[in-house]
């Protein structure tokens, strides 16, 4: 069965400074990798996605992620943080069956 | 080409009383997935449709909980005879009918309270 792990209930990062949300997952066969951001009160937003191809994917809002098949994770990166990041993050693989399966999501602070 | 439309947004009902929630997916969708998440906490998967059939209900409760997605007009979440545990926000997400590399759109959600 596929699954998500993201280890880190919560990030906290200084403005401006690079962040990192990680992400690892258990599937067999390709995987098929998605990052979703959610705000308060608010449903999930699409941010990027890994299907095959170049290792660094680049999405919304300055956002990239980059796939590593060996270490089996898919971290999401940004070089400068700013408070508006602030939210909840979440990976997502999609499975054979065609469903996603989210991970448990990150909490990123990012302070002024 | 209008997103994932989820209604109502806000609903509230008493205890023991039905709660009704609709997802109409974005044009020339045919998937539907709902979900369920509680206060600060991650999502938690329900159940996965396509139209006219149940392909995953893997994450319903076996009581109380039923969708259904019919060939026209939108997907249904219903709940009876609500309990407290029950007030939660629903998502429903939608995606094409082809394509392992489609990424799923969501709606606002649906936040359901029971008092």
């Known amino acids: 069965a596929q699954s998500v792990a993201q280890p880190e209930d919560q990030v906290n990062v200084a403005e401006g400074n690079p962040l990192t949300v990680k992400c690892t997952y258990s599937v067999s066969g390709n995987p098929y990798l998605f990052w979703y951001v959610q705000y308060p009160n608010r449903g999930l937003q699409f941010l990027l996605k890994?299907?095959?191809?170049?290792?660094l994917v680049k999405g919304s809002y300055g956002f990239e992620a980059e796939f590593n098949k060996s270490q089996t994770s898919f971290h999401l990166k940004k070089p400068s943080a700013l408070v508006s990041d602030s939210a909840l993050y979440f990976c997502?693989?999609?499975?054979?069956?065609?469903?996603?399966?989210f991970g448990p999501g990150t909490r990123l602070s990012v302070l002024p | 080409n209008a997103g994932v439309m989820q209604n109502p947004r806000h609903l509230v009902r008493r205890r023991g009383q039905e709660a009704r929630l609709r997802c109409s997916p974005m044009k020339g969708h045919s998937h539907v997935y709902w979900y369920r998440q509680l206060p600060e906490e991650g999502l938690k998967f329900m159940v996965y449709?396509?139209?006219?059939?149940?392909?995953?209900e893997s994450g319903m409760p076996k009581e109380r909980f039923s969708a259904e997605f019919p060939k026209e007009g939108p997907s249904i979440l219903r709940i009876q005879q609500v309990v407290r545990g029950d007030s939660a926000a629903y998502f429903c997400?939608?995606?094409?009918?082809?394509?392992?590399?489609?990424?799923?759109?969501f709606g606002q959600g649906t936040r359901l309270t029971v008092v």
């Open positions: 997502a693989v999609r499975d054979y069956g065609q469903n996603f399966v």
């Open positions: 997400a939608s995606s094409p009918p082809r394509g392992m590399n489609t990424e799923a759109f």
């Open positions: 890994y299907i095959t191809g170049d290792n």
């Open positions: 449709l396509q139209k006219e059939n149940i392909i995953d």
